[in-house]
């Protein structure tokens, strides 16, 4: 192997461990992608830029670890061994804005997912996804709407940051603040937030999303202790039930 071979290597390398960096490398060779668009170990994807012209991808993505979104296939393989022909097998995909993908997705050619979409982990994508959707499963299928999806999340979060608390406590640790860095939401809103100094960015990103939040969501207990004193309560109701 040639030391410019070597060197390629490296570099590209280099390049697929920062998702910036695979971003920038994925638009020279002619992907369109997005602002905002975040790839989370860009080193374990599979993206198609045999035929780059052929993939969009939109803003504010979130492709996960492992995912592979394909422009084509080599099913011709097959043709070329029984038939003696070569087929060529490729279309466009094409991926909205805000789409989150979940670990090991596989994206088929020909597919296009709307905006605001959710792709359970370890789902095979065949066909398109409307906009709006929440799909899952091998073939992916949809399986509620987006709106359906945050209205059910808006619901089920609280009780399972009680039942977080609930499993601190019966380990026989008292939970501390620093337990619930992605879990405030119960007992943090824009009247309180600077009590609780979490990195609020890394979730929001933008100070315009913070402050939105900040000005929308209201907390659900006043403040970490009312929270856990509530935790404790219903530990003792279910222990004497």
């Known amino acids: 192997m040639s030391i410019r071979i070597i060197i390629e290597k490296l570099k590209y390398r280099y390049i697929r461990r920062n998702s910036t960096r695979y971003v920038a490398y ?3 060779k002619g992907v369109r992608i997005g602002e905002g668009t975040k790839f989370r170990s860009p080193e374990t994807v599979e993206i198609d830029i045999s035929r780059p012209e052929l993939l969009e991808i939109g803003e504010k993505c979130f492709i996960h ?33 805000n789409v989150w993908f979940g670990e ?51 619901k089920q979060y609280v009780q399972e940051v009680i039942e977080y608390a609930q499993a601190i406590i019966d380990s026989g640790r008292e939970p501390t603040i620093a337990d ?31 402050k939105q939040w900040c000005k929308n969501h209201k907390k659900l207990f006043n403040g970490f202790n009312e929270f856990i004193a509530h935790v404790k309560n219903e530990i003792s109701r279910k222990e004497h039930v």
């Open 26 to 28: 994925l638009r020279q």
């Open 65 to 97: 670890k492992g995912n592979v979104i394909m422009t084509h296939d080599w099913c011709g393989w097959c043709f070329i061994n029984t038939h003696k022909e070569f087929y060529p097998s490729h279309a466009k995909v094409k991926i909205g804005n």
């Open 104 to 154: 090991n997705v596989c994206v088929c050619k020909g597919v296009t997912i709307g905006d605001n979409c959710i792709i359970g982990i370890g789902s095979v994508v065949t066909k398109s996804i409307p906009a709006n959707s929440i799909a899952a499963g091998v073939p992916a299928r949809v399986i509620c709407s987006y709106g359906e999806y945050v209205e059910k999340r808006s």
């Open 180 to 210: 619930f860095t992605d879990d405030y939401p119960c007992f943090v809103d824009g009247s309180n937030y600077t009590e609780y100094p979490y990195p609020y960015m890394n979730v929001f990103k933008t100070e315009e999303n913070f």
